[in-house]
């Protein structure tokens, strides 16, 4: 069964770092690019940054780029997302996703993590 089991998500004060992973099991995501998004309440789901597995194209939200930083570590099927310089609006719940392209795209995205909540304090 496929699996995205997200964590490292807390909360932290406005200014700070967290690194959220995002662990990949069940079925081989080696075709797959790895997504994170990001949802507050009351917002809809937004892009943050994906990566391929193969080529390590990367893609971020323009708002987001020199911030956030996306990675990945193939030996260990992970996924990687360190946030810097944190600020109350960065308050969400972050999701991992795969799809078969790297892509902005959120109904591209074909398997889906539950959700690791981040919360920054002013």
């Known amino acids: 069964q496929e699996q995205l089991v997200e964590s490292g998500g807390g909360l932290v004060q406005a200014g700070g770092s967290l690194r959220l992973s995002c662990s990949a099991s069940g079925r081989t995501f080696s075709s797959y690019a790895l997504g994170w998004f990001r949802q507050a309440p009351g917002k809809e789901r937004e892009f943050v940054a994906a990566i391929n597995w193969t080529n390590r194209r990367t893609l971020y939200a323009d708002s987001l780029k020199g911030r956030f930083t996306i990675s990945r570590d193939n030996a260990k099927n992970t996924v990687y997302l360190q946030m810097n310089s944190l600020k109350p609006e960065d308050t969400a719940v972050y999701y991992c996703?795969?799809?078969?392209?790297?892509?902005?795209?959120?109904?591209?995205?074909?398997?889906w993590g539950q959700g690791t909540q981040v919360t920054v304090s002013s």
């Open positions: 996703a795969a799809s078969s392209t790297i892509t902005v795209v959120v109904g591209s995205y074909d398997y």
